[in-house]
Structure formats: C-alpha cells, structure tokens
C-alpha cells in the first residue's frame, strides 16, 4: 500500500498512474474497525483500485473536547489497511483540507436540521464540507459509506445527485458485535460498565417484534438519556447516550 500525506500528491500519482482504473473511495476518520473493512471489501469486489483516506474533521464536532478524545490510531490504520490488501491511503493535514479557513461551506437546509443535526447544529455542514473536497480531490467512480450513519449517507447521497458529481454514493449495511452493538469508533471510549449497558441498548432496540414504546420504555428503565427513536424513511432510528457517548443505530422497519 502507498500512503499519501496530501491530496497534491495523490493527484500527481493518480494523474500519471490510474487514469484508466475505476477507484473506490472510503472515506474515514481512522481508528478503523470491521465496519470500516466491510467497505473496503466492497470497494475491492466493485473497482480496480481502493482509496481510504482518513481525517479527523474538526469541523463536525459540536465539542472541542469530544473533538480531542476521538481515537486516533495511525499507525494501526495504516498497518490494517495493508493487511487487508487496500491499494492505496491518504492522510490530508487540516492545513490542506481548510487552505481557505472553512469560508466556503456547504450547507443543507431541510434534512440536515433534524435528528442528529437536532442536536448537533453546524455538524452535517462539517461533513458536507469534507466529503465534498475529499470527493473532488481523489476523483473516485464510485464511494462507500456505512449504514449506521443513515441520515449522513442520504444527505451526501443528495448533495452528489444535486451538484451532479461523476461519483455512485453505495451504502453498506451495518457490520454488529455479537450483542447487536454496531462497530463504531466511539465503542472504545466506553468504560467496561458502559460497554456493558450498551450492549443492552443494543440489544433492546434490535428486537423488531416490540413497539417503539416498549423500547422507550426498556431505555428509560436503564436511565438511558434518548435523543431521538423514532420511524422515519422506512426506518428505526436511534440515537442516545451512554456517559459521554451517543450511541446511532437504525434498521429496516416496513
């Protein structure tokens, strides 16, 4: 595997080199996990070569303090990704990303305001922003994006459709632990006694043959704080906390 620091870099590369190759983009934050190698999996089956970059946006934290306990783990990203045969990484500086001090955004005026942007205002403009530029800048045919974040793939989904970007917007499905706990890169800032109750979270909201007052009611009883559950775009979707972590997750729900 080849690791670029900057997007010129890779340009230069890709120019000279790829041309003719279909490239698949996974774009991520590091400290990756079996979700983040689901996608690249599906990148490997669908395209001749396998981009992951990894850059963790300050620019979609609400909290400079839940901005610098994320986990980063670069050397171990890097060795996992060569483990698993990814062609090539790209680990832009934040100078690079925001050469223009984040002036230019791009914002969503509908979807973007509610459930997670709810409670997280100016956070999907963060990630509209970056995906945006990481999308121009590696030039792929086609990039993957986790389940788990649903409301995010729909809003990049419709900001590619909307800006007439030459890239496919795929969604893979939710890679679980065996309690039902999706991977995350947050799960590792759980303490073991919160590991334990969001096992049980996970647990409780996965069983579909229950209302969702029953779940609400099972989440309360654990004096879990909940931000949202609720049906929405055929959907459960969820969102609450254990400790300092919000917990996401959603299913299909016809």
């Known amino acids: 595997m080849i690791v670029f620091k900057s997007f010129h870099d890779w340009k230069k590369f890709k120019t000279k080199h790829l041309n003719a190759k279909t490239i698949g983009l996974v774009p991520t934050m590091g400290n990756l996990h079996r979700g983040h190698l689901s996608l690249c999996a599906a990148s490997k089956l669908q395209n001749d070569v396998t981009v992951v970059t990894i850059f963790v946006n300050p620019k979609q934290f609400n909290e400079s303090a839940d901005f610098t306990r994320y986990p ?14 990814v062609d090539y990484c790209i680990t832009p500086s934040e100078e690079e990303i925001y050469a223009d001090n984040y002036t230019y955004q791009v914002s969503e005026k509908n979807l ?17 922003t970056v995906v945006l530029k990481i999308l121009l800048a590696v030039g792929a045919q086609r990039a993957y994006f ?26 893979c499905p939710i890679v679980r632990e065996s309690s039902g706990l ?35 009611q099972q989440l309360m009883a654990l004096d879990i704080t909940i931000d949202y559950l609720l049906e929405i775009f055929n959907r459960r979707i969820m969102a609450v906390r254990v400790g300092n972590v ?6 299909a729900h016809f």
């Not at 974040?149 to 969604?171: A, K, P, T």
């Not at 073991?192 to 007052?213: E, G, M, P």
């Open 72 to 85: 980063r783990t670069l050397p171990q990203d890097i060795a996992l990704l060569e483990q698993h045969e």
């Open 112 to 128: 973007s305001l509610m459930l997670e942007g709810e409670f997280r205002p100016g956070h999907f403009t963060g990630v509209l």
């Open 146 to 171: 986790g389940e788990k974040d649903y409301q995010q793939y729909l809003l990049i989904r419709g900001m590619v459709e909307s800006l007439w970007l030459d890239c496919e917007i795929i969604v």
């Open 182 to 216: 999706p991977f995350s890169s947050r799960n590792s800032l759980l303490s073991a006694d919160q590991r334990k109750l969001a096992d049980s979270v996970a647990t409780i909201f996965n069983n579909k043959d229950v209302s969702l007052d029953e779940i609400r």
């Open 246 to 251: 919000r917990l996401l997750d959603n299913y």
